[in-house]
């Protein structure tokens, strides 16, 4: 268990609908990564929060928004879905400067 | 830029044999060095790291990777693999002194698969 907690674990959902994906980091750590895993692109890094502010983007497209909370958790939101974007969503934390990433279980995402 | 070549997509072996995941990676910068293990169904978990001194790094159930700078890699070992080593394994790069900016690039990993 790396202390890295995503909900929900498992999401279902048509084109065209709109879906919240929930990280909560590990305690005491001020940095929040997603990444997207699909067959086709593989492990691609889509985004990075430092304590609220957005610190680096990746390959995210414009329907994907994300944000982190004061309490730290971030949300991933994902809009205008296609089945394209079928694919697990892992959240990872990290402490402030830290290289080392834990993962969380990540939220496996079906668009039908 | 960076980007990181996983060599071998599957790599069958038998159980207590011995096993070598080759990773290769390319950067203009200097890069911290990692490898993943993902069990099915399962999340990404730190197998081990390079970040500075030895260039040989273990992990605690008998793993190895050598950073080899002058030929871009550092590939994973095992001396005699299990059973329950059967998984995905990636091989990730980050680059330093990134002012905080600690994205990891990831190859299109390797699925190790050990037979009895």
């Known amino acids: 268990d790396s202390g890295v907690t995503q909900t929900p674990k498992h999401l279902i959902t048509a084109t065209g609908q709109r879906v919240t994906l929930r990280c909560s980091p590990r305690s005491g750590d001020l940095s929040v990564y997603w990444y997207q895993q699909s067959l086709d692109q593989g492990l691609q890094f889509l985004i990075q929060y430092y304590n609220g502010e957005e610190r680096a983007k990746g390959n995210i497209l414009e329907r994907f928004s994300a944000q982190q909370f004061p309490d730290l958790h971030s949300e991933l939101n994902l809009s205008s879905l296609e089945l394209g974007d079928s694919a697990l969503y892992f959240c990872?934390?990290?402490?402030?400067?830290?290289?080392?990433?834990?993962f969380g279980p990540g939220t496996r995402l079906t668009v039908l | 830029a960076q980007s990181v070549t996983q060599l071998d997509s599957q790599v069958p072996v038998f159980e207590e044999a011995p096993v070598e995941l080759r990773c290769n990676y390319s950067s203009s910068v200097s890069v911290y060095l990692f490898w993943y293990v993902q069990y099915p169904n399962q999340g990404l978990q730190l197998l081990l790291k390079y970040l500075s001194g030895s260039t040989l790094v273990e992990s605690i159930n008998g793993f190895e990777a050598e950073f080899n700078k002058s030929q871009t890699s550092f590939h994973l070992r095992k001396p005699s693999v299990h059973i329950s080593d059967t998984a995905e394994y990636f091989c990730a790069v980050s680059p330093l002194f990134s002012g905080g900016y600690n994205k990891l690039i990831f190859g299109a990993g390797t699925r190790l698969a050990v037979h009895p």
């Open positions: 990872a934390s990290s402490v402030e400067g830290g290289y080392e990433q834990f």
